[in-house]
Nanobody
Framework: VQLQASGGGLVQAGESLRLSCAAS????????MRWYRQAQGKQRDLVAG???????NYADFVKGRFTISRDNAKNTVYLQMNSLKPEDTAVYYC???????????WGQGTQVTVSS
């Protein structure tokens, strides 16, 4: 399984970006999908998750601003990020967790930079 994240970039505070993560292989529909982020010099934090049945959770620091969604027909998970803040600057990674095997897969990361 390969995960290809895209959509990062440089924006100003208050603007929006939409990240996409396309998965190859046939396990997408049986995977819990998550977005993590890692700022320079800091640990990797969970941002949002959507499980195989559609249940969603968000980290408190993005609630009300970010929206995660998935399209099983396209094997893609999205992260809509609105009202971006400089503290959202990080490399964003997508993660897929196979609900049967427990295997985890990571994408290569996409850089999001928010200027003030």
């Amino acid at each position: 399984v390969q995960l290809q994240a895209s959509g990062g970039g440089l924006v100003q505070a208050g603007e929006s970006l939409r990240l996409s993560c396309a998965a190859s292989g046939s396990i997408f529909s049986i995977s819990n999908m998550r977005w993590y982020r890692q700022a320079q010099g800091k640990q990797r934090d969970l941002v949002a998750g959507i499980n195989f049945s559609g249940t969603i959770n968000y980290a408190d620091f993005v609630k009300g601003r970010f929206t995660i969604s998935r399209d099983n027909a396209k094997n893609t998970v999205y992260l809509q990020m609105n009202s971006l803040k400089p503290e959202d600057t990080a490399v964003y990674y997508c993660n897929a967790g196979n609900i049967f095997s427990g295997q985890n897969y990571w994408g290569q990361g996409t850089q999001v930079t928010v200027s003030s």
